[in-house]
Each structure stands twice: as C-alpha cells, then as structure tokens.
C-alpha cells in the first residue's frame, strides 16, 4: 500500500548545485502536483502534470523543471539551487473523476547553504 | 479559483467535539469542498469532501450551509492525534484538480 513515495525525505545542498527530487506513485493516476511549503506557510503549486508526456507550470515554477515520462514518476529538478529555494517539497496524485482526494507523499526537506 | 476563510487557530479539550468553520462566500455552482489535515512534519491528509449535501465518514463530518456559502468540519471527539493544521480548499473540476491552499486553522487539543 505504498501510495506516493518521495526520495530523499532530507537533502542540504550548497548554493548552485543542482538535484533531482524523486516522486513515484503506484495508484495509476494521472495528475500529479509539485508543491513547496516553506514555514507556516499553506502550499504553493510548482508544477503539475495531467498525464505522461504533459506539464505544465503553477503558482511558483521559476528554478525548477518537471518531465514525466511514464504515468508513474514526475521527478523536480533544480539546476542551480539558491537560498530561496530551501523549504519542504510535497509530490502529489489524484486520479479521473469528480471530487477525488489528492494523496500527498511524506516530503522532501531541503536547505540550500 | 474562489477563495476560503478559516480562523488562524482553534482551542478544543480531548473527548469534547470540534467545529472548524470555513467560508467561501464566493463559491461556484462546480467547485466541491475539500478539507485536508496536516500534522507536523508530515504531507497533507485527505479528511473529507462534500458538494451540497452533508457528509460523514469514519474521520468527520462536514455541514455545508443550504447557500453553500459556507461550510463546517466537526470532529465528533477530538484527540490529541487531531492536533493539526486543518485546510478548507474549494476545487474546481475544471481546474485540473489542483488544490490551492491558504493558511488553515491550527487546532491545538488539549488533554
């Protein structure tokens, strides 16, 4: 009953590197949702996906890029990490139809130094 | 996407029922009711969802006004595993289901 699984739950990286959160969900739901929560703040959308092959940007997409190519995975990629983009990244799913729940993955922490 | 209200923070006693309250005065004919939960350090959790009609399941109930112009989340005896934040968001089924969310009402419980 995995649901959706996030790698690593914690990471600090140093300002300019880049790395790849992973996301993967085992539900066969098509959407699935990049958000960031940064301290006693609600979530904010990064990007999301309507099926393989399809993104699309949200609220915050700006230092970060999305691919999915299979229905399972959508990975978050950040190039080159900047300060402002310590916070905790959440992965997301929903299947097709009207008024289903999203499911949330556990998150990722990420500092940036 | 239309907006929701929620106070900042709730106070309840363990065992004793809570009434969360939300408003969304600007709702529309398709946007159905969300509620998620977030416990600390953790992702958000599904709690409930309704579209006019009130809603019960093994976690809560949800009483949604006749105008749907607001709504309720009880919690029927709150435990100190309710201690949360509690997220009303209004979604749209046109929107490609994402959930936008504000700050939520920070219930504390205590024993």
């Known amino acids: 009953n995995a649901g959706v699984t996030q790698t690593p739950k914690f990471r600090i990286l140093k300002i300019g590197q880049s790395m790849t959160l992973q996301c993967t969900q085992d539900?066969?739901?098509?959407?699935m949702y990049w958000y960031r929560q940064d301290p006693g703040m609600g979530l904010k959308l990064i990007y999301y996906?309507?099926?393989?092959?399809?993104?699309d940007k949200g609220e915050v997409p700006n230092g970060y890029n999305v691919s999915r190519s299979t229905t399972e995975d959508f990975p978050l990629r950040l190039e080159l990490a900047a300060p402002s983009q310590t916070s905790v990244y959440f992965c997301?799913?929903?299947?097709?139809?009207?008024?289903?729940?999203?499911?949330f993955g556990d998150g990722t922490r990420l500092s940036i130094l | 996407d239309a907006k929701t209200t929620q106070p900042n923070s709730m106070e309840s006693n363990e065992e004793e029922p809570v009434h969360l309250p939300c408003n969304h005065s600007?709702?529309?004919?398709?946007?159905?009711i969300h509620w998620y939960r977030q416990l600390p350090s953790q992702g958000p959790e599904y709690v409930i969802h309704?579209?006019?009609s009130n809603v019960n399941n093994r976690m809560a109930s949800l009483a949604i006004a006749e105008d749907r112009k607001s709504s309720t989340l009880i919690l029927h005896r709150a435990t100190l595993r309710d201690a949360a934040v509690y997220y009303c968001?209004?979604?749209?089924?046109?929107?490609?289901?994402?959930?936008?969310f504000g700050k939520g009402t920070k219930l504390s419980v205590k024993p």
């Open positions: 997301a799913s929903i299947g097709q139809g009207a008024g289903l729940p999203q499911h």
């Open positions: 539900m066969n739901h098509n959407y």
């Open positions: 996906s309507v099926g393989a092959g399809i993104t």
């Open positions: 600007t709702i529309s004919g398709t946007d159905y």
């Open positions: 309704g579209l006019t």
């Open positions: 968001i209004l979604r749209d089924e046109g929107s490609q289901g994402n959930l936008i």
